[in-house]
């Protein structure tokens, strides 16, 4: 008998297998795997008997919890496209991703739905459903859409590998969000990639900061706690409530960005915490530095470790390192990027020739040699076929060979070394095309970032290519201040690596802007601009 490729299957499993077993712990409430599942078939039956049914694309918009857990495996069991984006990407970009998505039905909270009405957001919605007590607006709460299925059997439909599961649109740190069509393939073969890669075992305990992740862990038997914080923040995230779920409900596994790992690393640090139920911790989203790598280790046991995972919301995950290896290595500070480690088994990847044009067929001849840079591509089931509605995007980051496999074109630029590992140097978009050669952001941050006082860097070109004018942002370190000593210093790091010599302008910047999902990809086009009217001697 074969396995469904629906992810829902693995709950129903579970509520078998492990019935008591806890699915998701809050610090409002508990729900076992039983509960789970009885809860899901209920408000999925609910929701079909409201006029949502298979193939509808329903907009998600609550916050992370057991609710959001039910309505995303309620929606999963019935085959419908859960439209989920990041309400921190702004309301001008919410309701631009909803007029693409163009979903048929909208569940959110009260507030979604005020803005809902209020700012014009999919007016072309025909059911409506609420997640809290007040209503305004007409269509049923969630606890009036589960009445209608009481006493009532679920059946689950099959489920096609190629049929769409949701609509995942990407943060738009570097552009406008583009919404990333997840087939229920997809979704199995990510959270199967993330289980045997690092040995996630059944009866585990994750700790769930980026919500998504959260829907994996059915299908890898691990129990969700979802911490009390600001999941659209996590740079700002207050360390003690990461600490507190994780010492109470002795957390064994938990995903954290950068931002928050370096958060809760020099508080964990500075009050002696130590977390020796966590057997690892995964850090995605941007690269993690050495100095947020040690300080984080710091507050595990000796047989833990950190592991930094690369990919993309269209190919998760592609690469991983573990912290030990990174620290072991070097190599950043010297500029030759960051480490992320061997593609992941079962994960295919090339660097190919930079190009800003779209690719229509592969060839083998489009790739460097080992120790060039190129644009990483990646394929693999954990692969994205295309982006929804958007052809040109399609256009810019796939690639098709002969026999139909889609190569994903990640953006970003870095190199194979002769050990099969993967060097990443940044995005594409952002290299710095000078009259005397390409400068990539994150070797050359790399050399710069080893200042003591240097909390971070970045590259941006000013003028256009192949003219541009290479200028260093830097922000410092807590108390470092911004002394003409301290410019010179970091200059001079700069003037003994050949690739860096040119660099003559440094900025210091008081807080760089980030990305909204992990507050942690620096927005380097925004500094451009900055950084121009700086160099030109217009006002900041």
């Known amino acids: 008998m074969s396995i469904s490729p629906n992810i829902a299957h693995h709950l129903s499993v579970l509520a078998t297998e492990r019935p008591t077993q806890s699915a998701v712990i809050t610090t409002e409430r508990q729900m076992n795997f039983r509960q789970l599942e009885d809860e899901s078939n209920c408000c999925a039956l609910g929701l079909s008997r409201v006029g949502i049914k298979r193939g509808a694309r329903v907009a998600l918009m609550v916050r992370p919890g057991i609710a959001f857990v039910i309505l995303s495996f309620a929606l999963i069991k019935l085959n419908a496209t859960a439209v989920l984006i990041d309400p921190g990407i702004g309301r001008r970009m919410v309701k631009k991703c909803l007029e693409e998505a163009e979903p048929k039905a909208f569940i959110g909270i009260p507030l979604a739905h005020a803005a809902r009405i209020v700012l014009g957001w999919a007016p072309k919605v025909r059911i409506c459903v609420t997640v809290g007590r007040v209503r305004l607006w007409g269509g049923p709460s969630m606890e009036q859409v589960m009445s209608l299925a009481e006493q009532d059997e679920f059946e689950p439909e099959s489920s096609n590998a190629d049929e769409p599961a949701a609509l995942v649109f990407t943060s738009g740190s570097t552009g406008t969000p583009k919404g990333v ?3 229920h393939g997809m979704f199995s073969a990510q959270a199967g990639l993330l289980r045997d890669h690092f040995g996630i075992e059944p009866g585990e305990i994750n700790l769930a900061t980026f919500p998504l992740f959260a829907l994996f862990d059915p299908f890898m038997r691990v129990t969700t706690v979802f911490p009390e914080m600001d999941f659209s923040r996590p740079g700002t995230v207050d360390p003690r409530e990461i600490i507190d779920p994780i010492q109470k409900h002795k957390v064994t596994h938990m995903f954290g960005s950068p931002a ?4 809760v690393g020099r508080y964990g640090k500075s009050h002696g915490t130590e977390l020796p139920t966590i057997k690892r911790v995964l850090s995605a989203g ?20 950190i592991h930094t995972p690369y990919g993309a919301t269209e190919a998760l995950p592609v690469c991983s390192i573990s912290a030990r290896e990174v620290l072991e290595m070097g190599g950043t500070a010297e500029g030759r990027g960051v480490c992320v480690g061997p593609p992941i088994s079962g994960v295919q990847l090339a660097a190919i020739e930079i190009t800003d044009d779209p690719i229509f067929s592969w060839s083998e001849d489009l790739q460097v040699a080992t120790g060039n840079i190129g644009e990483l591509v990646v394929w693999g089931p954990n692969v994205s076929r295309g982006y929804w509605g958007r052809p040109e995007a399609d256009h810019a980051a796939k690639i098709q060979d002969a026999r139909g496999t889609v190569r994903h074109r990640m953006g970003d630029v870095g190199y194979l070394d002769p050990e099969g590992r993967v060097w990443f140097c940044g995005r594409k978009s952002q290299r710095v095309i000078t009259s005397s050669g390409t ?3 994150v070797p050359c941050e790399g050399i710069f970032n080893a200042h003591p006082q240097v909390y971070r860097s970045a590259l941006v070109g000013v003028g256009k290519a192949p003219e541009q004018r290479p200028v260093l942002c830097v922000e410092v370190e807590a108390g470092a201040g911004h002394s003409q000593a301290l410019k010179n210093a970091i200059l001079r790091l700069g003037a003994a690596h050949s690739q860096t010599r040119d660099i003559k302008h440094l900025l210091f910047h008081p807080s760089f802007p980030v990305d909204v999902r992990h507050n942690a990809k620096i927005g380097r086009e925004h500094l451009g601009r900055w950084a121009g009217k700086r160099v030109s001697g217009k006002p900041w």
Do not use: Q
């Open 439 to 441: 400068l990539f952001t």
């Open 181 to 183: 069509l997840y087939t």
């Open 286 to 305: 941007a690269p993690v530095s050495s100095r947020v790598l040690e300080r984080f280790s710091h507050l595990l046991g000796p047989e833990a470790d």
């Open 260 to 263: 928050l790992l370096d958060r």
